[in-house]
């Protein structure tokens, strides 16, 4: 029960992601999130988007360096300490992240966090026993 | 079971091969000096005359010939017998300029086909074989070099000459090639051929000797695998004499040259100064058992290094390295020089593919080098230290091969412009002139 992370290769210079952000306009592509981890030549865009078959096509048209990545998603109450309480959980078994960003859908009082580590299985194990259930991909699609 | 054509020659003590090479140098000195008058202009311009000339220790005195020189002296501005001496011409493909001609008395055709013979014999050549030659035939050395140096041998020689594969694979399965003499690139080609056509059990090659072009050691592998035979390089150029002027042994780790018959030595390419072996430089031969056209320190542009370590093969002559490129394309950055084939074997070896460009720049009045490199879904991942590793490991590979800081910039792919196919590889802007 993971989703698929689209991760981009960009070059960090004026326009680039503008350009990228066309292309998803041009194809009707929606964002569900969006993060950069950037250096400064280089950034690596990671989105999770509405269709992840079509935007690999449209990308791979296009000439783009990506991959497809395998990555958590967990609903958590848009409240104080909503996310404290999962870090605590992974933290405790020796659970490490990679990256994680978060984002909001229009379901009221819900936020999404994405977590990339390196053990799915393992995370997924966790974060079940302790009675949070990962979002799939159909989920996130729908909204 | 190492295989000789000329063991005595070839396995000399080093003391004989420098008294033939003191001897046969003073000999040709005396020969073009007297014979040549472009020679003679030039080593009196020097200050130079055969009477200073009395071993290899005095090499360095005399003047460097080339390539413009040729073009210059053509037609037979060097041909140093009479007409009626001189038997052959071949010819240079002249793609960088005007064609440069090299002339051959039967003696000197009987010498290059030695160095030949040899050639195939390092490579496990016998009487018995069946060596297949699809270089070209005609003014190219290719097909008349290796002709000649597998008659030499007494191998079956079958004279196909390039191109029709379709008939190059009949032969090959009828008549049972066991030796294949061609150019790399072709080599490859018939491998791919051959194992979409399932021949791979109809072939009997067992060896290669491939040359004229620049191959990776990929490309051997590559060869070596789909035709199932053992791939050995092999060097030469029209204006020395062609194909086999140094050539590869069961050892591969360098072509031995035929120093009884060039004096092979290695120059900084700027300053003309010899350089210690060892030392990567430009490669300059001297003949000095030719008739007709024995060129004297002869620059070939080609950038290599010459390695004096004894071999395993027993062969006592000196070893080249491939040519790492060619002085023409040399960049000299912070006083180093750097060649774009150096690059290219970086990202290859790395299992990169070779799409980058090199830029160099001046700034606050030190030079800077950067080299852009295309991104590969291979290099890619989604996490930022791993793609920053990977950049890490090239900078550290090209800093271990250059000698020098580069820079590493990825760039997204068909960020490098190309003219016509051709990728642009070097930017310099530093303005020097």
Not at chain 2, 310 to 339: A, E, Y
């Amino acid at each position: 029960m993971t989703v698929k992370q689209i991760s981009v290769f960009v070059e960090n210079k004026a326009g680039q992601l503008a350009e990228f952000t066309k292309l998803l306009r041009q194809n009707s592509i929606d964002m569900r999130a969006l993060s950069i981890a950037e250096t400064p030549d280089f950034g690596i865009l990671r989105v999770i988007v509405d269709d992840s078959y079509k935007t690999a096509c449209v990308l791979k048209e296009a000439g783009y360096i990506f991959s497809i990545t395998p990555v958590l998603a967990v609903a958590i109450k848009d409240e104080t300490g909503g996310l404290d309480q999962i870090l605590n959980i992974l933290a405790e078994n020796n659970i490490n992240l990679d990256y994680t960003y978060a984002f909001i859908s229009r379901k009221k009082d819900t936020a999404y966090m994405i977590f990339r580590v390196d053990d799915n299985e393992k995370a997924k194990e966790v974060l079940v026993k302790n009675s949070i259930k990962p979002v799939c991909q159909d989920e996130l699609y729908k909204l | 079971m190492e295989n000789y054509y000329q063991p005595e020659i070839e396995c000399a003590s080093r003391e004989q091969i420098k008294a033939w090479q003191d001897e046969r140098l003073v000999k040709t000195v005396k020969h073009v000096y007297e014979h040549v008058p472009y020679y003679r202009n030039l080593m009196e311009q020097k200050g130079v005359s055969p009477d200073d000339i009395k071993s290899t220790d005095d090499l360095h005195k005399l003047p460097f010939l080339t390539k413009d020189d040729l073009r210059e002296a053509y037609p037979y501005g060097l041909l140093a017998v009479p007409l009626e001496d001189a038997v052959r011409i071949q010819s240079t493909s002249g793609t960088t300029g005007r064609r440069v001609v090299a002339f051959y008395t039967q003696h000197d055709l009987d010498l290059w086909e030695d160095c030949c013979a040899r050639a195939i014999m390092a490579a496990g050549g016998t009487k018995e074989d069946v060596v297949h030659v699809c270089y070209g035939y005609g003014l190219f050395t290719g097909g008349p070099g290796l002709n000649g140096g597998s008659h030499k041998v007494g191998s079956l020689t079958l004279p196909m000459s390039s191109g029709n594969t379709e008939r190059q694979l009949q032969f090959m399965c009828d008549l049972g090639s066991t030796i294949l003499c061609c150019t790399p690139s072709y080599a490859a080609y018939l491998g791919e051929t051959i194992c979409e056509r399932g021949l791979q059990d109809e072939i009997k090659l067992k060896a290669g000797i491939f040359g004229a072009e620049a191959w990776s050691q990929e490309m051997r592998r590559d060869i070596e695998q789909k035709l199932h035979i053992k791939a050995y390089d092999i060097y030469g150029l029209t204006e020395i004499s062609g194909p086999g002027v140094s050539f590869e042994c069961s050892e591969q780790t360098g072509m031995h040259i035929n120093e009884d018959h060039f004096i092979a030595e290695i120059i900084d390419p700027v300053t003309g100064e010899v350089l210690p072996d060892g030392e990567k430089g430009e490669l300059v031969f001297t003949c000095i058992t030719k008739e007709a056209f024995p060129l004297i320190r002869y620059r070939t542009r080609d950038i290599c290094v010459l390695n004096r370590k004894p071999c395993s093969c027993g062969r006592t002559h000196v070893k080249m390295s491939k040519p790492m490129g060619r002085s023409d394309d040399m960049l000299i950055v912070k006083g180093v020089n750097v060649f774009p084939s150096q690059i290219e074997t970086v990202l290859l070896n790395k299992g990169y593919p070779a799409n980058y460009q090199i830029i160099v720049s001046r700034e606050h009045n030190s030079d800077k080098l950067e080299v852009q490199v295309e991104m590969t879904p291979e290099m890619f991942s989604d996490k930022l230290d791993e793609v920053s590793a990977r950049e890490k490991e090239l900078v550290d590979a090209l800093k271990a091969m250059l000698g020098i800081y580069a820079k590493v910039q990825l760039v997204a792919p068909k960020h490098i412009a190309r003219s016509e196919g051709k990728a642009v590889r070097i930017i310099d802007k530093r303005n020097l002139y």
